[in-house]
């Protein structure tokens, strides 16, 4: 039995994964509102309260993990690797970054559990990469080995925005006013929608479309701006996506090029399956595909969106299958569209 974990500033996840017919077979799962709880201990203690014997554990977290232990970036939690154990009382617990997690699911994803945005042609030994936009903004990568794929964390969503345009340098600007220095964190992420949707009424004076400011100033922001903006149009939800899509395919196309991922870039986490039909309209593709030299390269580049919410947890679980050494993943073949739950 494996204890498979995902925490996040909004929620953590839990599940227990049995090892049959070498594949992984999930037994069950809780969620829980991380803030709702003074860290990960009492969590664990409660999920392992309904049963099960746990052999192996592994749990993600978002926020970068040094010398096996994590302070989260959006939330006031400690992990750590060696409590994960004392906790467990078990000797194989591993505490990884949160998209280092996710992108340990990618062998073991079905064609139903993603869904294509550019088929592009992969490369089956290549390098992976993995964007994950949510309440923050994470990144991570799979290096291919004799083994098989390696998976490695990163934190490159709190590298600088580089503004491509005028009125990207406007944005820019608007951030710096709010927050001081401004990281792809602050525009690619569910505050980052919120904080793109004031720019174009503060400083680009757009109008807010009507019925739906009382949603918008609402504890979700972000969800009223998705629902209102995803079937497109001249409002200023629908805008607010557009720029976002456009953002988000460019720092897609940068993380490809970072990590040569000719072996495909998956978008991951709450927001990607939300938006799914603005990706796919055509701006993300665009700033994707917008590197000068390097077009040709990217045209060659596979993209899809991670449709399945609990790839983190089954990237976790194989991670603590595997010690982190995974077998090569399939390349992603097309489906039709769809629109996935998750927390953005």
Known sequence: MILAGDVGGTKTSLALYRREAGGLLRDRMATYRSREHAGLDPILRDFLGGGGSVERACVGVAGPVEDGRCRLTNLDWEVDEASLRRTLGIRDAYLVNDVQATASSLPLLQESDRATIREGAADPRGNMAVLAAGTGLGEGFLVGSASGYIP????????????????????????????????????????????????????????????????????????????????????????????????????????????LATGGVYLAGGIAPAILPALRRGEFLSAFLDKGRMRSLLSRVPVAVILDPAAPLLGAASFAATGGVLARPPVPRSRPDSNGPGAI
């Open 152 to 259: 490695f964390p990163s934190e490159g969503g709190h590298v600088d925005f580089a503004p491509r345009d005028d009125r990207e340098m406007r944005l820019h600007a608007f951030l710096r006013g709010k927050y001081g220095r401004v990281s792809m964190e602050r525009v690619l992420s569910g505050p980052g929608l919120h904080d793109i949707y004031r720019f174009l009424l503060e400083e680009e004076k757009m109008e807010e479309e009507s019925g739906i400011a009382g949603e918008v100033a609402g504890g979700e922001p972000q969800r009223a701006i998705v629902r209102h903006g995803v079937a497109g149009g001249p409002g200023t939800c629908a805008e607010t996506l557009r720029i976002f899509c456009s953002l988000y395919g460019a720092e897609a196309g940068n993380l490809a090029l970072h990590y």
